[in-house]
Nanobody
Framework: QLQLVESGGGFVQAGGSLTLACSAS????????IGWFRQAPGKEREFVAT???????TYADSVKGRFTISRVNAKKTVSLQMNGLKPEDTAVYYCAARLPLTSDRPSDYHYWGQGTQVTVSS
């Protein structure tokens, strides 16, 4: 059982940066793959990035080169560094966990946080 809590969202101008954090409670965090997803109003939840147990990462094409996902298992945290933010990045960002491998499909994830709002103004 994992509980996930996101933090770090906020309001930023286009071109700016934010770092989101996903903090977990539970003894099996290091065994889980962690994903970041986002959902804008009126749109489906979409994949952003994912990181495996050993640190391998995958990104959506829309964020590749601008976002970086990382994890520190000892601290049970996963971060999403977001640079060069664009208005189209505006959404609620969610972190999620699954066993054992990474996936870009929201339906594959077992545990979800409550989300954090990111708003990018033009």
């Amino acid at each position: 059982q994992l509980q996930l809590v996101e933090s770090g969202g906020g309001f930023v101008q286009a071109g700016g940066s934010l770092t989101l954090a996903c903090s977990a409670s539970g003894r099996t965090f290091s065994s889980h793959a962690i994903g970041w997803f986002r959902q804008a109003p009126g749109k489906e939840r979409e994949f952003v990035a994912t990181i495996g147990r050993l640190g391998s990462s995958t990104y959506a094409d829309s964020v590749k080169g601008r976002f970086t996902i990382s994890r520190v298992n000892a601290k049970k945290t996963v971060s999403l560094q977001m640079n060069g933010l664009k208005p189209e990045d505006t959404a609620v960002y969610y972190c999620a966990a699954r066993l054992p491998l990474t996936s870009d499909r929201p339906s594959d994830y077992h545990y979800w946080g409550q989300g954090t709002q990111v708003t990018v103004s033009s």
